[in-house]
């Protein structure tokens, strides 16, 4: 090995020491992914606003006030105690139990044949309770697994985390929505793996996803035509397969470096959910390959930091809560890219903090909020941060003396 290797190395091994690596690649990795999915729903969504809405802007400025509200909740959690997180878990489960069964209600309102929304009065108040459960599995989870963290090689005492993860993912499923049932499913499970489930309890949620699966094929018939259309891509052009085709368009068509952003041609009426479902393959069509491997890079660079994070936790608690965050971003980021990609038959999932929706870009901020407070908690971590601010008011001293 050369001595510039070697000097490379040694470099890389001390940035990779510091205390506040992990804290700061999720807070700059956040901040990237946020920043440019702003950019890319005011792209993808403004011919759609200019044609239905009269304002090429609408879409793009309700996320902005969306990434607001989130990104003001996110401080506040990356700044709370544990003791007031976890205090949050239990709340927040039955909070989106509720919430979730009124969308079966007269409050619940049908989009995309999903009954997943639930609205009390005026449009603005329509929300997607199915993704702020996704927090509330991550908070609760990790709560009862820290509470029973002795104990959890006996099948016995999983009883409590599976009735309430699992009940709120039956919920999500009754509303029909099975893309974000799979999602939060694989939340339990990966969850459930980190954290020593008897390998029993995990054969046993195996054929339960089996069986539920073949459920959900049998209930709703055009989701075995999907599958049906994704085996064969030549199939139903118009159809099943025509939205695939296009996505898959989209992104032949931008080479390296894109067309130019705000230069798609797909977005104009022939690519549905260009702004959500879609939108990787927007940022293909305008940024090129580079962009989508940028995209691709973040999303890696999240998940190795919040692993590292889990991996470096004392407290049971934030270590589940951090594999809960990472798990979320990862399965669902990788899940959007891939039917984006036709890896696999059509989910109807957003690209986490990139698609427009104001309930999943806040519940993904509120998260990001929860991993960055698990790497604050760190104890290194915790005591640079402390450092820091030391030596701040120890200027600020200096600065306004006579």
């Known amino acids: 090995m050369s001595d510039q290797s070697e000097k490379d190395t040694a470099l890389w091994r001390t940035t990779l020491a510091h205390p506040l690596f992990d804290y700061r690649v999720v807070i700059a990795t956040s901040a990237v992914l946020l920043t440019l999915g702003l950019m890319m729903v005011i792209s993808a969504s403004s011919v759609t606003a200019a044609a239905q809405l009269h304002d090429p802007y609408y879409f793009?400025?309700?996320?902005?006030?969306?990434?607001?509200?989130?990104?003001?909740?996110?401080?506040?959690?990356?700044?709370?105690?544990?003791?007031?997180?976890?205090?949050?878990?239990?709340?927040?489960?039955?909070?989106?139990a509720v919430l979730?069964?009124?969308?079966?209600?007269?409050?619940?309102?049908?989009?995309?044949?999903?009954?997943?929304?639930?609205?009390?009065?005026?449009?603005?108040?329509?929300?997607?309770?199915?993704?702020?459960?996704?927090?509330?599995?991550?908070?609760?989870?990790?709560?009862?697994?820290?509470?029973?963290?002795?104990?959890?090689?006996?099948?016995?005492?999983?009883?409590?985390?599976?009735?309430?993860?699992?009940?709120?993912?039956g919920l999500v499923f009754a509303q029909k929505d099975a893309g974000t049932a799979l999602i939060m499913a694989a939340i339990v499970v990966i969850v459930a793996i980190v954290a020593g489930a008897p390998w029993r309890l995990l054969?046993?949620?195996?054929?339960?996803?089996?069986?539920?699966?073949?459920?959900?094929?049998?209930?709703?018939?055009?989701?075995?035509?999907?599958?049906?259309?994704?085996?064969?891509?030549?199939?139903?052009?118009?159809?099943?397969?025509?939205?695939?085709?296009?996505?898959?368009?989209?992104?032949?068509?931008?080479?390296?470096?894109?067309?130019?952003?705000?230069s798609s041609r797909q977005k104009?009426?022939?690519?549905?959910?260009?702004?959500?479902?879609?939108?990787?393959?927007?940022?293909?069509?305008?940024?090129?390959?580079?962009?989508?491997?940028?995209?691709?890079?973040?999303?890696?660079?999240?998940?190795?930091?919040?692993?590292?994070?889990?991996?470096?936790?004392?407290?049971?608690?934030?270590?589940?809560?951090?594999?809960?965050?990472?798990?979320?971003?990862?399965?669902?980021s990788f899940a959007n890219v891939a039917v984006a990609t036709r890896m696999i038959p059509v989910l109807g999932i957003p690209l986490p903090m990139i698609s427009y929706g104001g309930s999943s870009l806040m519940a993904n901020l509120f998260a990001i909020g929860l991993l960055v407070g698990c790497a604050r908690r760190e104890p290194q971590a915790a005591k640079a941060l402390a450092q820091q601010r030391t030596k701040a008011r120890r200027q600020a001293v200096i600065k306004v003396s006579p």
């Open 60 to 96: 793009g400025k309700r996320q902005i006030a969306f990434a607001v509200v989130g990104v003001l909740g996110a401080v506040f959690l990356a700044r709370s105690s544990e003791k007031f997180t976890r205090f949050l878990g239990l709340p927040a489960l039955v909070v989106a």
């Open 100 to 169: 979730i069964a009124l969308t079966l209600t007269g409050f619940g309102v049908e989009i995309g044949g999903n009954r997943n929304w639930v609205q009390f009065g005026p449009e603005f108040t329509r929300f997607q309770p199915s993704e702020f459960a996704k927090l509330a599995i991550v908070l609760w989870g990790a709560h009862d697994l820290a509470k029973r963290s002795k104990v959890l090689t006996d099948l016995r005492h999983w009883a409590m985390f599976l009735a309430g993860t699992l009940g709120l993912v």
């Open 203 to 262: 054969m046993a949620l195996f054929v339960a996803a089996i069986g539920v699966v073949l459920l959900m094929l049998k209930m709703a018939p055009f989701r075995l035509q999907r599958i049906l259309a994704y085996l064969d891509p030549l199939s139903d052009p118009y159809g099943m397969n025509l939205q695939p085709r296009r996505g898959i368009q989209a992104l032949a068509s931008g080479g390296w470096f894109g067309q130019g952003l705000g």
């Open 268 to 332: 104009w009426g022939l690519l549905a959910e260009a702004h959500n479902d879609y939108i990787f393959a927007i940022i293909g069509e305008e940024l090129g390959l580079i962009g989508t491997l940028t995209v691709i890079f973040l999303f890696a660079a999240l998940a190795f930091s919040g692993m590292r994070i889990a991996l470096k936790s004392t407290s049971h608690f934030s270590r589940h809560v951090a594999v809960g965050v990472v798990a979320w971003m990862t399965v669902q």
